[in-house]
């Protein structure tokens, strides 16, 4: 099982990203997806989670209103549209699977991680 994270950059305040994390290996569609992120210094930080039971997507409070998490109907990519990015959310961000029933949005419960791709918000 492998995810792999891309679409990092650098971009203005107030500007898009937007991430992609393609998973192979396994069949996802029984997987949750969840975006988190790490700042230096900081902790991990939660973003946006997709269930794959087909519950609405959560996210994290700091985000809500301006990121989008997404997956394609062979949900073998999810997407973590960016819009109205600020400064503060600089970090490299993350996308991990699991596939039990423990609570979505705790990032250790996750079992498969992907390698980070870094956001740069400039100012």
């Known amino acids: 099982v492998q995810l792999q994270a891309s679409g990092g950059g650098l971009v203005q305040a107030g500007g898009s990203l937007r991430l992609s994390c393609a998973v192979s290996g396994r069949n996802f569609g029984a997987y949750d997806m969840i975006w988190f992120r790490q700042a230096p210094g900081k902790e991990r930080e939660f973003v946006a989670v997709?269930?794959?039971?087909?519950?609405?997507?959560r996210y994290g409070d700091s985000v809500k209103g301006r990121f989008t998490i997404s997956r394609n109907g062979a949900k073998d990519t999810v997407w973590l549209q960016m819009n109205s990015l600020k400064v503060e959310d600089a970090a490299v961000y993350y996308c991990?699977?699991?596939?039990?029933?423990?609570?979505?949005?705790?990032?250790?419960?996750?079992?498969?991680w992907g390698q980070g791709t870094q956001v740069t918000v400039s100012s």
């Open positions: 991990a699977a699991k596939t039990d029933s423990a609570p979505i949005t705790e990032i250790s419960n996750y079992h498969y």
């Open positions: 997709m269930p794959w039971r087909g519950d609405r997507p």
